[in-house]
């Protein structure tokens, strides 16, 4: 797989150079060295709805305005989710069924299943819980010295949240983290990871939370914020056969994992990068309110979404064939120009700052949205009550991936008050 | 103008005059009314502009769309009179109109 990643490394290194059709934003490459903004500047600026007939996984478009990609995302009639929301295809023998590649109707009973543990009532339940945690985290941290702010934060918050949500012994909570890791990072998505080891991990996943299941079953949850007891305990989704069970825990875990972990990171480096955003923060605390969405807007830690095309379709000019697959470029979108105002200036007081596309729109939206920011919001809380500043003090490492945009190290000094 | 009442979940009221064809969205936040968070900007696809229409005006509304429905039925809090905001055209035939906010959007 390796081989195929960089097909014309100067593609890479300037995107302007090249033929548009030697462009593939679907490679790795592209975005573990964060060479993405220009390949997409181009594809807004020459050919917005742009047909790649080589892919690294195959044929696709790529779909890189914000209202393009809204049309699509709202039309969840004509462009399915229901053949999966990578570009990478599925393996036939070892497919996990979750409601996020499904349509309409299984896709409403699912969610409708599972979205009261992020409903506004839990999370405030959840709420004192996350900042504590968050806390402790903060407090054990080194003061002056060199460490991995990804390891040491983002990694450790994000799996005791998830902790949280499945009421998952603690103890063993760093097994979410790898079954996560796992889950994303196979060869056959231009991962690192071996696919043989990927399915061993989910299955080691599948077992444990199976246990889980059989101890729950029956059991009211008390205060609901367990995910595990309301889908062993509802009836739309009591009887789910196990892959789909893996399915949908595959899908809260990485949904909640992977994606708020780069956020938190991402937030650091952007700070860092724009000195004076850093100021204005700690000059005016509620600025964290409008602040947290901002950092979403400009990691966009799901690069894109897939779709596919069930009958033939206009976009701009351009006939997309039923069954062709389309990437929404989210990180495009977001981008944008004509929809967003200095798109990739990083301003943490924007009028509207929500109006992004980091989190989809239409009835995929993601379902965890506000948990997400919230967690964000507390953790920023709790780093300006005890940290004068945190000072990133080398390049970020960042994952191998065209689909989750992330990091695997910051290294950061932290100072104190 | 035609005039709406928005109603804060603790109660507060907003009586506010509107430009027909501005949605109910539309007015609320551009008079600051809070509880809108209109996430999506009015494009019938985030369901953060969920509102609670008064009984007594539920019947006046044109019916939600099919894509307004697909949106509404994501929220577990749905209710029979809930409805998008960014969906309803302020009208004459609309003038008085009450509705409701809920205490979250998500
Ligand atoms: C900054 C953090 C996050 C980002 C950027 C993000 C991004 C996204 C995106 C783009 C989608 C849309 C999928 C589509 O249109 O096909 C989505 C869906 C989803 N997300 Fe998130 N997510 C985040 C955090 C979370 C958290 C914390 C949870 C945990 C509960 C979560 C759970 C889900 C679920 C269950 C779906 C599927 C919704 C559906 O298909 O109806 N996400 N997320
Ligand atoms: S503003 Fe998004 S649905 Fe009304």
């Given at each position: 797989m390796s081989e195929a990643i960089?097909?014309?490394p100067s593609a890479l290194t300037d995107p302007w150079s090249v033929p548009l059709s030697e462009l593939d934003p679907s490679q790795p490459a592209v975005f573990q060295t964060d060479r993405q903004f220009e390949i997409f500047d181009r594809l807004r600026r020459?050919?917005?709805?742009?047909?790649?007939?080589?892919?690294?996984?195959?044929p696709y478009w790529s779909i890189t305005k914000f209202n393009d990609i809204m049309t699509i995302d709202k039309d969840h009639k004509r462009f399915s989710s229901d053949a999966g929301i990578t570009l990478n295809e599925r393996q036939a023998d070892f497919t996990t069924p979750n409601f996020i590649s499904m349509d309409p109707p299984k896709h409403d009973v699912q969610r409708k299943a599972v979205t009261g543990v992020v409903a506004p009532m839990n999370l405030a339940k959840m709420e004192p819980i996350i900042r504590q945690r968050a806390a402790n985290i903060l407090d054990s941290l080194p003061i002056g010295e060199r460490f991995n702010w990804v390891d040491a934060v983002s990694v450790e918050l994000t799996t005791q949240m998830l902790a949280t949500l499945f009421d998952f012994p603690f103890e063993d909570r760093r097994k979410l983290t790898y079954w996560s890791d796992m889950a994303t990072s196979s060869e056959l998505a231009g991962?690192?990871?071996p696919e043989a080891d990927r399915r061993a991990a989910l299955l080691e996943c599948l077992e444990y939370f199976q246990r889980l299941w059989v101890a729950r079953?029956?059991?009211?949850?008390?205060?609901?914020?367990?995910l595990i007891s309301m889908m062993a305990n509802n009836p739309d989704t009591q009887n789910m056969d196990p892959m789909e069970y893996l399915g949908n825990l595959i899908l809260l875990i990485v949904g909640g994992n992977d994606t708020t972990r780069n956020s938190i990171t991402g937030g650091v480096l952007f700070l860092n990068q724009n000195p004076d955003q850093y100021a204005k923060l700690k000059a005016d605390p509620s600025l964290i309110t409008s602040m947290v969405p901002e950092i979403i807007r400009y990691q966009t830690p799901l690069t894109y979404m897939r779709r596919t095309a069930l009958e033939d379709v206009e976009l701009s000019g351009k006939t997309i064939k039923k069954g062709d697959k389309l990437a929404m470029w989210y990180i495009s979108g977001n981008r944008d120009e004509e929809v967003i105002e200095r798109p990739n200036d990083f301003i943490i007081?924007?009028?509207?700052?929500?109006?992004?596309?980091?989190?989809?729109?239409?009835?995929?939206?993601?379902?965890?949205n506000r948990l997400a920011e919230m967690q964000l919001r507390l953790l920023w809380e709790e780093i300006l009550t005890r940290f004068d500043y945190i000072e990133v003090v080398g390049e970020p490492e960042r994952v191998q991936s065209s689909f989750v945009r992330g990091y695997s190290d910051l290294p950061v000094i932290l100072h104190a008050k | 103008m035609p005039s709406v009442k928005f109603i804060e979940h603790n109660g507060t009221e907003h009586v506010i005059d509107g430009n027909n064809g501005d949605s109910l969205m539309v007015i609320a936040t551009s008079n600051l009314v809070p509880g809108i968070d209109a996430d999506c900007g009015g494009?019938?696809?985030?369901?953060?502009?969920h509102i609670l229409v008064d009984d007594a005006w539920v019947g006046k509304l044109a019916p939600a769309t099919e894509t307004e429905e697909s949106m509404l039925d994501l929220n577990p809090d749905r209710e029979p009179n809930s409805r998008l905001s960014c969906q309803i055209p302020m009208s004459d035939e609309l003038d008085g109109i009450v509705v409701n906010l809920p205490e979250f959007q998500y």
């Open positions: 960089l097909t014309n020459e050919d917005p709805v742009h047909y790649h007939e080589q892919g690294l996984f195959g991962g690192p990871t079953e029956g059991v009211a949850p008390e205060v609901g914020i367990d007081d924007r009028a509207n700052p929500r109006h992004h596309l980091s989190f989809g729109f239409g009835i995929h939206r993601c379902m965890g | 494009e019938c696809s985030c369901a953060t502009c």
